[in-house]
C-alpha cells in the first residue's frame, strides 16, 4: 500500500529536550517536505526536499532541521524545542520531474512542548 | 515571499446549497492544487490546476485557475453532509508549495 509514515503520532516534551519525528514513503518519490498546521494559519512549509541530500527552506524553518540521506526518509529535527513549536506536523510526498505533484501527506504528529 | 490568502475562512451551508471558496496569490503561481482535510485527519489532494484558464469538474466540484494563474477557485453545488471539511488551495512556484488559511464548511442538514 503506498502510503506516507510518520512517528510519533502524539508527543508531549520539555523545552529543550531535542527530538526526531521521523518520516517515510515507500513510493519513490523525490520530492519531500515538512509542514506545521496551526489555527488559522494553514499549513507552512517548514523544509523540503527535491532529492536525496538536497534540502532547502520553506516558510518557517527557524528552530528545526533535516536531512535527507536516503530516498524514502525525511527526518524533522528540534534541537532545543520551545513552546511555539507546539502544533500538529506533517511530513508530504511527491513526484517532482514530470509537472504533476499531487503531495501524499502522513496522518501527522501532535506536539506538545512545555 | 510568496503569500497565497484564501477567502472566506468560514463556509456554513444548507444542505443542498452551493457555495464558492477563493484563493489569491501574491506571485504568479506554475501550477495550484485543492486539498481536503476532514476533521482530525490528514489533506488529501483533489486536482491540480496548471493552464492559464483552466476549468475542471469533480462530480460537484468545479475548479478554476485564473487567467494571470494567481487566482482559483472551488464551487461546489449541492452541497452535502459528506462536503463538510477544511479545504485548502496551494499555489505551486519556485519549488515551494505555500498553502492558503483554508476554507472550513460546516452544513446544516
Known amino acids: 500500500e503506498a502510503q506516507v509514515t510518520q512517528n510519533p503520532r502524539y508527543l508531549i516534551t520539555v523545552t529543550g529536550k531535542k527530538l526526531t519525528v521521523t518520516c517515510s514513503q515507500n513510493?519513490?518519490?523525490?520530492?519531500m517536505s515538512w509542514y506545521r498546521q496551526d489555527p488559522g494559519l494553514g499549513l507552512r512549509q517548514i523544509y523540503y526536499?527535491?532529492?536525496?541530500?538536497?534540502?532547502d527552506k520553506g516558510d518557517v524553518p527557524e528552530g528545526y532541521k533535516v536531512s535527507r540521506k536516503e530516498k524514502r526518509n525525511f527526518p524533522l529535527i528540534l534541537e532545543s524545542p520551545s513552546p511555539n513549536q507546539t502544533s500538529l506536523y506533517f511530513c508530504?510526498?511527491?513526484?517532482?520531474?514530470?509537472?504533476?505533484?499531487?503531495?501524499?501527506f502522513g496522518p501527522g504528529t501532535r506536539l506538545t512542548v512545555t | 515571499g510568496q503569500q497565497v490568502m484564501q477567502i472566506p475562512q468560514y463556509q456554513h451551508v444548507q444542505e443542498g446549497e452551493d457555495f464558492t471558496t477563493y484563493c489569491n496569490s501574491s506571485?504568479?503561481?506554475?501550477?495550484i492544487q485543492w486539498y481536503k482535510q476532514r476533521p482530525g485527519g490528514h489533506p488529501v489532494f483533489l486536482i491540480q490546476?496548471?493552464?492559464?484558464?483552466e476549468v475542471k469538474k469533480q462530480k460537484r466540484l468545479t475548479f478554476q485557475f485564473g487567467e494571470a494563474k494567481k487566482n482559483s477557485s472551488l464551487h461546489i453545488t449541492a452541497t452535502q453532509t459528506t462536503d463538510v471539511g477544511t479545504y485548502f488551495c496551494?499555489?505551486?512556484?519556485?519549488?515551494?508549495?505555500?498553502f492558503g488559511a483554508g476554507t472550513t464548511v460546516t452544513v446544516r442538514a
Open positions: 508530504a510526498s511527491s513526484f517532482f520531474n514530470d509537472g504533476y505533484y499531487e503531495q501524499y
Open positions: 513510493m519513490n518519490h523525490e520530492y
Open positions: 526536499s527535491m532529492n536525496v541530500e538536497v534540502t
Open positions: 506571485t504568479t503561481l506554475s501550477n
Open positions: 490546476l496548471v493552464k492559464s484558464g
Open positions: 496551494a499555489g505551486h512556484a519556485d519549488y515551494k508549495l505555500s
